[in-house]
C-alpha cells in the first residue's frame, strides 16, 4: 500500500527564538478557528471604537472582535458598554446599522428589547395572551442578557474582552503604548474625517508583521524613498512591551545628505526600482509640515492583536483588523484630525489622506505585499517557514536601528504562547 | 444645441474617459481634465453619508491629477495590475445654470467595474457613481470637478489606478 507522507513536519516551530515561522498559521483553518477561540476570546483588549464616535447617550457602534459582531453603545449614565450582536432568544442579529443612535435595542424577530448596558429589559408576550401562553413561571429576564464584553478605556480608545483573566489596559499596553496613546490622542482632541475601508486578501497576521517590520518600508515603497519620507539611512528603531507583543516602530526627520542618497543608490542597484530624479508636477503632498513639532516622521504603534495607532508623516489614523477567514482580512482606517485644527491644517490633511488607506502611495502597496505573501505560500509545497533574521536572531530586544525583523519575532513570541503550542525549538534545530 | 445633441456629446465624453482608462492611455485621461482648474475625487459613500471630508484619492489641482497616473506609468507603485472594464449607464446632464450663458453641465452616471487577472479570471471590483462638472474651454468639454462615489468603499485589496 503507498504510503502518503505527511504534510506538515511534527514540529512546526523549529526555533525557540522564532526566527521560523510556520506558513500553515497562515492558511490553516483550524488553526483560525483555535485564535477566535484562544486569542479573541481569550486574555486580551480587542479594540472597539473610540469615544468620539459616541458623543451622547445612546450613541452606539458595531464592531468585529476576531469574527464577533459586537455593539459598543454608550448608556443614559455616559458609561460605555459592549455586548455580542445577537439576541438571547433566538440568536437573531439586533442590528445591521455600522452605527446609530437608540434608546434601547430591540430584536426585529420577536421584539425582545435590552438596555443599552446589554439587559434584557422586556420580554413580548411574557405573560402569554388572554392568560394563555407565555413563558414559564420561572423564567427570569435577568438570565438572558446579552453576552457582554468587559469595557476598559485609555485615551479615548475604547476595548473590550470576553474574558476574565485579562490583565488591566495598562498593563496590558505597558508603557510605550501608553505614552505613545497620550503623545497622538490626548494631547490634542481627535475627531474623525473619515473612514478608509480596505479588504486584503491575506491573513490577519501578515498585517501585524507589516506593521511591525520596518525593514520593508524603504525598499517596498518607493513614493517614500524618492520623495524624503522614508530613507533606509534613517534615525529610528523599535520597543517592545515586557511580553513582545505590542511594538512601537519609530523614524526620525534626517537631512537628505549625499552620503545617504549614495547608500540608497547602492542598496537598489540593479533593482531597477530607484529613481533620484522623479519629480512630481504639484508637490503640494510632501510639503505638508508635520503639526506635533517633535521631529517624529513615522511611529507606528502596533498592539496585540488587531490595532495599530500610526502617524505615517503629518497623516494620524487608528487601524483595526478584522478579519474574515485565514486568507481575508479588512483593515478598517479611522482617519484623524484634531479639533483645534487651523482650516489650512485639515485641509492638509485631506490632501495628506493620499498617502495611506487604499489608495495610500504608500500604504496601498502593503496590501498588494499582502496578496503577494498569501498567494505564494497557499501554491508551495506543504511545510515551510518564514525565515525572520534580519537584525539578529536569539533574543528579542529593542533596536536602535531600522533594518530588522525582531519585533517580528515578538510578535510571534506572545502568539505562540497565548495559542497554547507545543513547545517552540527542536535541539537539533536550534541555531 | 438641442438637449439629445447635448446627451449624446456627453456620454461620448464619458465614454472616452473609460476607455482612456481601461485602455490605460493615461495622457488622455488627462487631457480630459481644464488645467487651468480641476479636482478629482474617490468618495466612499459611508464617508459621503456621515458628512465626513476625507477622501480615498483625492487631487485638488491639475499636477496631483497628472501625478497620480505618472506614477503608475514610471513604476513607482508596485500595484496588482488587473485588466479593468468600466461600465458607464444612467448618464444625466443638466445645465448647471440654465438661465445665465454659463455652458457648465452637471453630469451624474453610473459607475461599474470589472477585474480581470492575468488568467483571465473576471470579477466585480466597483460600484459607485460619477458626479461631474464640465465646463467648455474654447469649445471642448473639460472636466472641472470629477466626484467618484463608490458604494463598494470595502476596498478590494487597493485603489491604484483613478475610476
Known amino acids: 500500500m503507498l504510503k502518503v507522507p505527511a504534510d506538515e513536519p511534527s514540529t512546526p516551530w523549529p526555533r525557540d527564538d522564532f526566527s521560523r515561522v510556520p506558513y500553515a498559521v497562515f492558511t490553516d483553518e483550524d488553526i483560525y478557528r483555535l485564535e477566535n477561540q484562544r486569542i479573541f476570546r481569550g486574555p486580551v483588549w480587542n479594540y472597539l471604537c473610540h469615544e468620539i464616535e459616541l458623543p451622547k447617550a445612546g450613541d452606539f457602534v458595531t464592531t468585529w472582535v476576531g469574527e464577533t459582531h459586537v455593539i459598543t453603545a454608550r448608556n443614559n449614565d455616559g458609561a460605555v458598554h459592549a455586548f455580542e450582536n445577537s439576541c438571547a432568544h433566538r440568536g437573531a442579529k439586533l442590528t445591521s446599522a455600522v452605527r446609530g443612535n437608540a434608546k434601547r435595542l430591540t430584536c426585529p424577530y420577536h421584539l425582545w428589547t435590552y438596555s443599552l448596558e446589554g439587559d434584557l429589559r422586556a420580554v413580548t408576550f411574557q405573560h402569554g395572551v388572554g392568560g394563555k401562553g407565555g413563558m414559564p413561571a420561572g423564567f427570569e429576564k435577568k438570565d438572558h442578557g446579552l453576552n457582554k464584553l468587559r469595557v476598559a478605556i ?9 474574558s476574565d483573566d485579562t490583565p488591566t489596559l495598562e498593563e496590558y499596553l505597558g508603557p510605550h503604548s501608553i505614552s505613545q496613546i497620550d503623545r497622538l490622542l490626548v494631547q490634542r482632541k481627535p475627531k474623525v474625517l473619515g473612514y478608509l475601508r480596505q479588504r486584503i486578501p491575506g491573513n490577519w497576521k501578515l498585517y501585524n508583521e507589516n506593521v511591525r517590520d520596518p525593514y520593508h518600508g524603504s525598499l517596498l515603497h518607493q513614493f517614500q524613498v524618492s520623495f524624503g519620507l522614508q530613507q533606509p539611512t534613517m534615525r529610528g528603531g523599535i520597543k517592545l512591551d515586557r511580553d513582545l507583543k505590542n511594538t512601537w516602530n519609530h523614524s526620525i526627520v534626517t537631512e537628505q545628505d549625499a552620503a545617504s542618497q549614495k547608500i540608497v543608490a547602492d542598496a537598489y542597484a540593479g533593482t531597477g526600482k530607484f529613481n533620484p530624479d522623479l519629480k512630481m508636477a504639484d508637490p503640494a503632498l510632501t510639503k505638508v509640515p508635520l503639526d506635533l513639532g517633535d521631529n517624529y516622521k513615522t511611529t507606528i504603534l502596533s498592539m496585540f492583536p488587531t490595532l495599530i495607532l500610526a502617524q505615517v508623516d503629518n497623516t494620524y489614523a487608528i487601524r483595526h483588523l478584522r478579519p474574515k477567514g485565514p486568507g481575508l482580512v479588512e483593515l478598517h482606517i479611522t482617519y484623524l484630525g484634531f479639533e483645534s485644527d487651523t482650516l489650512q491644517q485639515t485641509q ?18 502593503d496590501g498588494e505585499a499582502l496578496r503577494l505573501v498569501q498567494e505564494g505560500i497557499r501554491h508551495r509545497r506543504p511545510g515551510g517557514h518564514e525565515v525572520l533574521e534580519m537584525g539578529g536572531v536569539g533574543p528579542i530586544v529593542d533596536t536602535d536601528y531600522l533594518s530588522q525583523e525582531i519585533s517580528i519575532r515578538g510578535f510571534w513570541s506572545f502568539y505562540h504562547q497565548i495559542m497554547g503550542l507545543p513547545a517552540a525549538g527542536h535541539p537539533e534545530t536550534r541555531p | 444645441m438641442s438637449d439629445w445633441t447635448l446627451q449624446a456629446r456627453v456620454q461620448a465624453f464619458l465614454y472616452e474617459y473609460a476607455a482612456s482608462l481601461d485602455e490605460e492611455r493615461f495622457d488622455d485621461w488627462v487631457a480630459l481634465f481644464d488645467p487651468g482648474n480641476c479636482t478629482y475625487e474617490v468618495l466612499s459613500r459611508e464617508n459621503r453619508d456621515l458628512g465626513l471630508p476625507a477622501p480615498i484619492m483625492g487631487c485638488y489641482s491639475y499636477g496631483m491629477v497628472c501625478d497620480r497616473v505618472a506614477m503608475l506609468v514610471k513604476g513607482v507603485l508596485t500595484y496588482r495590475h488587473n485588466h479593468l472594464l468600466r461600465q458607464v449607464s444612467n448618464v444625466r446632464v443638466r445645465r448647471a445654470a440654465p438661465e445665465s450663458k454659463d455652458d457648465a453641465l452637471l453630469v451624474q452616471a453610473g459607475l461599474v467595474v470589472h477585474q480581470s487577472d492575468e488568467e483571465g479570471v473576471s470579477s466585480l471590483y466597483m460600484v459607485g457613481r460619477y458626479e ?4 467648455d474651454v474654447g469649445g471642448k468639454h473639460l472636466i472641472r470637478h470629477m466626484a467618484v462615489v463608490v458604494d463598494s468603499f470595502g476596498i478590494d485589496t487597493m485603489l491604484a489606478v483613478p475610476l
Open chain 1, 154 to 162: 485609555h485615551g479615548g480608545l475604547v476595548f473590550g474582552t470576553f
Open chain 2, 132 to 135: 461631474m462638472q464640465l465646463t
Open chain 1, 348 to 365: 492638509d490633511k485631506l490632501l495628506t489622506v493620499n498617502f495611506i488607506g487604499p489608495a495610500g502611495y504608500i500604504s496601498l502597496e
